[in-house]
């Protein structure tokens, strides 16, 4: 299915262009057997959020090519409200780093840290191949310590990739590790 498509504005952006939130109330539809979000349906609603952001900064369509660092840090109940918030980190040429922080919200406001994540995400032209994104500006010390964790963790995804590539040409030469 192809989409709507308008050539990539490349004017470098910042941050907080791009930043967005979505809020859930946790239904009995998102529950698993011991009452807890099921772990699927946030990652669903992380994936959105990420997209979202990816989205507004490339101004192209985008798709999910990795999950890095998906830490479940504490359990969402039925009828918890989940508040999620996304936020650019990193832009590579085609590529872009989010991460995604899921809240639980107490009536009183208050906000306790359930998940992080971050997802990379491609930026698509009209042809599904890969499209150059904005360079990213960074105007506070947290986007420029968020820019070097991302830059590390691109690196260690390369890394990571290449290890993955020598494994399996040694599995299709050898038959086995």
Not at 99 to 127: C, I, M, Q, T, W
Request: with cysteine; net charge negative.
């Amino acid at each position: 299915m192809k989409w709507g498509f308008f050539m990539a504005d490349l004017t470098p952006k910042h941050v907080s262009d791009s930043m967005t939130s979505q809020v859930q109330i946790i239904m009995p539809e998102h529950i698993n057997g011991y009452h807890r979000l099921f772990g699927g349906q946030l990652v669903e609603w992380i994936d959105v959020v990420a997209g979202v952001v990816a989205r507004r900064h490339s101004n192209c369509n985008v798709t999910t090519a990795f999950i890095d660092h998906l830490h479940f840090k504490a359990p969402a109940y039925a009828n918890d409200t989940v508040v999620i918030k996304g936020r650019m980190t990193y832009v590579g040429r085609t590529s872009m780093e989010v991460r995604v922080d899921a809240f639980v919200e107490s009536l009183d406001g208050k906000r306790e840290l359930v998940n992080r994540a971050y997802l990379v995400v491609v930026a698509l032209d009209e042809n599904e191949r890969p499209v150059e994104v904005p360079k990213l500006i960074l105007d506070t010390p947290e986007d420029e310590a968020e820019w070097e964790a991302g830059r590390r963790r691109s690196l260690l995804r390369k890394q990571r990739r290449e290890e993955e590539k020598a494994l399996l040409r040694q599995i299709e030469e050898h038959g086995a590790v």
